[in-house]
């Protein structure tokens, strides 16, 4: 089992809607979470990180960080056709290394 | 500052063949990565290093060799090239030790570069 794993999508919200996308993981990767948006043929970048139990916005997103159902999820309100990409989420063990999910397409509907 | 800087952009390799990717930050960050990625898989990380002079193996490696030059640069090298390593290649770096160091808590954010482009036929 992948350390991290994600539903691949894609998901289809109409614009202004709310995309909740969702991520679950393993105890090796327990210490820092990372939520990375991608667009086609675009390298990675940060949207937002997580590593205390709870929630935290930034602007439209809100990552939630649930360690003891193992699960790290991402919100965007009032989203938009420029969110329309793959998100990525990635867990961060003691050690250096991100393990990613393969990641959740989101395609926003106007 | 440009922050993570990848080259080449774009390369088309016959099999057998070698190559050397290029990767530079200048953000002063201790630690940088060499992820591949393939559609369906998500990114695999290939290589690390944690400081320089150090280097350690990632999840797939085989087929790879890194090169870390100085703070700045990390190279990846394919010695003998193969179809198999047809991919999109990314750099990446991090402060992670210093923040060892100095014991901040908190999450140790990965900063990406353009990626390059591989084809081998």
């Known amino acids: 089992q992948k350390e991290v794993e994600q539903n691949s999508g894609p998901l289809s919200v109409p614009e202004g809607a709310i995309a909740s996308l969702n991520c679950t993981y393993s105890d090796r990767v327990s210490q820092s979470f990372f939520w990375y948006r991608q667009y086609s043929g675009k390298s990675p970048e940060l949207i937002m990180s997580?590593?205390?139990?709870g929630d935290k916005e930034d602007g439209r997103f809100t990552a939630q960080l649930n360690k003891a159902s193992q699960y790290v999820s991402l919100l965007i309100r009032d989203s938009q056709p420029s969110d329309s990409a793959t998100y990525l989420c990635?867990?961060?063990?003691?050690?250096?290394?991100?393990?990613f999910g393969k990641g959740t397409s989101l395609l926003v509907t106007p | 500052n440009a922050g993570v800087t990848q080259t080449p952009k774009f390369q088309v390799l016959k099999t057998g063949q070698s190559m050397t990717l290029q990767c530079a930050q200048d953000m002063n960050h201790n630690s940088m990565y060499w992820y591949r990625q393939d559609p369906g898989m998500g990114l695999r990380l290939i290589y690390y290093s944690a400081s320089e002079g150090t280097t350690d193996k990632g999840e797939v490696p085989n087929g790879y060799n890194v090169s870390r030059l100085n703070k700045r640069e990390f190279s990846l090298r394919l010695e003998s090239a193969a179809p198999s390593q047809t991919s999109v290649y990314f750099c990446a770096s991090s402060e992670a030790l210093t923040r060892h160091w100095r014991g901040l808590a908190g999450a140790d954010t990965q900063y990406f570069g353009p990626g390059t482009r591989l084809t081998v036929l």
């Open positions: 997580i590593y205390s139990n």
């Open positions: 990635a867990g961060q063990n003691s050690g250096y290394a991100l393990n």
